[in-house]
Nanobody
Framework: QVQLVESGGGLVQAGGSLRLSCAAS????????MGWYRQAPGKQRELVAA???????NYADSVKGRFTISRDNAKNTVYLQMNSLKPEDTAVYYC???????????WGQGTQVTVSS
């Protein structure tokens, strides 16, 4: 079992920045990869960025060059630094962890990010 707690969402003007944090607890030693997803009203949940246990990253095309995912293994925490935010980045952002050989997904409760124009 893995528990994920997100923080750092909020309201920001277009062009601004936010940093999301996701703290993992529980069976953290078997986490293979962690990522951030987002879901806007009326849309499907989509991958924003992911990072493997080895540090490899990948990003959605829409956020490349603006968002950076990182992890602090000592703190069992993953971060999403979001710069140059746009109104279309408005969504609930969810932290995800893939656990074990079967890559079972665990989710955080979500944090709202609202970007005003």
């Amino acid at each position: 079992q893995v528990q994920l707690v997100e923080s750092g969402g909020g309201l920001v003007q277009a062009g601004g920045s936010l940093r999301l944090s996701c703290a993992a607890s529980g069976s953290i030693f078997s986490i293979n990869a962690m990522g951030w997803y987002r879901q806007a009203p009326g849309k499907q949940r989509e991958l924003v960025a992911a990072i493997t246990s080895g540090g490899s990253t990948n990003y959605a095309d829409s956020v490349k060059g603006r968002f950076t995912i990182s992890r602090d293994n000592a703190k069992n925490t993953v971060y999403l630094q979001m710069n140059s935010l746009k109104p279309e980045d408005t969504a609930v952002y969810y932290c995800n962890a893939q656990h074990g050989v079967f890559k079972v997904s665990y989710w955080g409760q979500g944090t709202q990010v609202t970007v005003s124009s």
